[in-house]
């Protein structure tokens, strides 16, 4: 590789990290007002190409804490 191609890589690489924080960062904002049903539409979108190997608790957080049976 060229340096101008490492140059090239390594800025696109920036750009790609810059997207996926971008769109986990809405996401986040905007997770508690959506259904799941609209959550599912969003991750769906070519808008979210850029997350789909990040792990669902990138957004969701730790787990839930199962609830106590009554």
Same mark, same amino acid.
């Given at each position: 590789?060229?340096? /101008?191609e490492?140059? =090239?890589?390594?800025?696109?690489?920036?750009?790609?990290?810059?997207?996926?924080?971008? /769109?986990?960062?809405?996401?986040?904002?905007?997770?508690? !007002?959506?259904?799941? =049903? %609209?959550?599912? %539409?969003?991750?769906q979108?070519?808008m979210? =190409? !850029? /997350?789909? !190997? /990040?792990?669902?608790? %990138? +957004? +969701?957080?730790?787990?839930?804490?199962? =609830?106590?049976?009554?």
């Amino acid at each position: 590789m060229t340096p /101008v191609e490492r140059i =090239r890589q390594q800025f696109q690489d920036a750009l790609a990290d810059i997207e996926t924080g971008a /769109v986990l960062e809405r996401l986040k904002q905007q997770l508690p !007002s959506l259904s799941l =049903r %609209e959550l599912g %539409e969003l991750l769906q979108s070519p808008m979210a =190409r !850029s /997350v789909a !190997s /990040v792990p669902a608790r %990138e +957004l +969701l957080g730790s787990p839930a804490k199962p =609830r106590a049976k009554a």
